[in-house]
């Protein structure tokens, strides 16, 4: 049991808590899921990717699946194996090629041919072999929220099979590039199995097209994306997620990559923030605001994708009616959740939003020059800060005042 009143003292609030042994938990599932086969399981870093929370997944063999050059700084700054690190993206500049190759990580994910040019372009000039792999489009509908769902050509993501195929052959034939994966990932909070395994099986038969022309992949990236219950959602358990991949994957001698984000950190998070006020505007009852210290710039998905997260009024029972939690940011779409039902709060009582261990902290922004805030690791029931809170000069360290200079 975490005290969460305990931690709003000594740490004040709005704070983001992780619960680092749930964090093991969810890793080691996943990790066991895959014991038939090679595997490395590559945290998606984008998810949560506060150094002391990196680190102690690479303590326990994690692999990093990263989306930007600092992303991979991070990974390996983190203890992660050059060797485990994939980098991925539809958008890379030049000089994050250029990083990756000189990094030496295990491959660079290529999501269109274009990529493909700059990638030999780039490693020629290095001198250097670029070891790659090809994110295929499988043009499925992954059955999830439109903005978190990647595998529709209508998506910009990967590339679709017959051009994945074409550009194999040119990695292959080329001095300088190495085709050694193939990637695909078709959606986040992924709740059904049967489009994981339709997209399974189309890229499994691109390999197989691939081995008949001498060229071997040898790592099977199936990217992340698998759901967790924010609320009374049928999530998939690993296992049989893992058994309907390996399912497609018959007479192929390949190193499963997977690369869960949410799967991994997105329970063990709690967001927690204190009531300010409660007002009710006009004459609807339903009008009930309990506005609260935290904010969207703080936690976005609920202001952006439209997301449950859990509610809690910590220690109060009477007077339940309709609510809106609001932060104190000028927008309407400021708010943590709409029409939910909670007691009747106090200046200073808890609010503790659940699940919000993944992509909380990493979409927060200084929005309204708000700091952001600090983040807690509770590791066998001791917390240690991992984040500091950002004070006021954090905010304009890097403001250059030209004024002065006139
Ligand atoms: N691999 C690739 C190539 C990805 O694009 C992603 C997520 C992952 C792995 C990890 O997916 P996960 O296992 O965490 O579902 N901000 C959104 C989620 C965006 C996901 C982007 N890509 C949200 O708050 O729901």
Redesign the pocket.
């Known amino acids: 049991m975490i005290d969460f009143k305990y931690l709003a003292k000594k740490y004040s609030t709005p704070l983001y808590i992780y619960d680092f042994n749930h964090i093991k938990n969810q890793f080691t599932q996943m990790k066991d899921a895959f014991k038939a086969r090679k595997s490395i399981i590559s945290y ?1 870093v ?2 949560n990717s506060n150094l002391s929370l990196i680190k102690y997944l690479a303590k326990l063999g994690a692999g990093a ?1 990263c ?1 930007s050059i600092n992303e991979v700084k991070r990974a390996l700054k983190a203890g992660v194996k050059n060797y485990n690190i994939i980098f ?2 539809v958008g890379k500049s030049d000089f994050e090629i250029e990083e990756a190759i000189e990094l030496n990580i295990l491959m660079i ?1 290529v999501e269109s041919e274009a990529e493909l040019d700059r990638v030999e372009t780039i490693s020629k000039i290095l001198d250097k072999e670029a070891r790659i792999s090809i ?1 295929v489009n499988p043009n499925i509908d992954a059955k999830t ?1 439109p ?2 769902s ?1 595998g529709l050509h209508s998506s910009k ?1 990967g590339v679709e099979i017959d051009v994945a195929k074409r550009m194999f052959i040119r990695a292959h034939n080329s001095q300088y590039l190495t085709p050694i994966g193939v ?1 695909f ?1 078709i ?4 709740t059904e199995l049967e489009p994981i395994l339709e997209a399974s099986s189309i890229v499994a038969d691109l390999v197989r097209n691939l081995k008949a022309l001498k060229i071997d992949i040898k790592f099977f990236d199936i ?5 967790i219950k924010y609320d009374d959602e049928k999530t998939i358990p690993p296992n049989n997620y893992a058994q309907i991949i390996l399912s497609t994957l018959k007479g192929l001698d390949v190193t499963i990559i997977c ?6 950190v ?1 329970n063990s998070g709690y967001f927690l923030t204190k009531v300010l006020y409660e007002k009710v505007n006009g004459e609807n009852s339903e009008n009930r605001f309990v506005i609260v210290d935290g904010a969207m710039n703080d936690l ?2 609920p202001s ?2 439209n ?1 449950y997260h859990k509610i809690e009024l910590l220690d109060r029972e009477e007077n339940e009616s309709k609510c809106n939690i609001v932060g104190p940011i000028c927008e309407s779409g400021d708010f943590f959740a709409k029409d939910i039902t909670l007691p009747e709060s106090k200046h200073n009582d808890l609010i503790l939003i659940h699940s919000t261990g ?2 909380g902290f990493t ?1 927060s922004s200084n929005y309204n020059s708000r700091p952001r805030v600090a983040e807690i690791a509770i590791v066998d029931g001791e917390d240690y800060l991992i984040r500091k809170r950002e004070k006021f000069e954090d905010l304009i360290r890097d403001e250059i005042d030209f004024l002065d200079k006139l």
């Open positions: 998606a984008k998810a699946d989306v991925s993206g994910n994110r929220h903005y978190i990647t993501f990637h990932h959606g986040s909070q992924l990217g992340g994306g698998i759901g690369e869960p984000g949410r799967f991994i997105g976005l998905r952006l994708y997301a993944a992509y979409m």
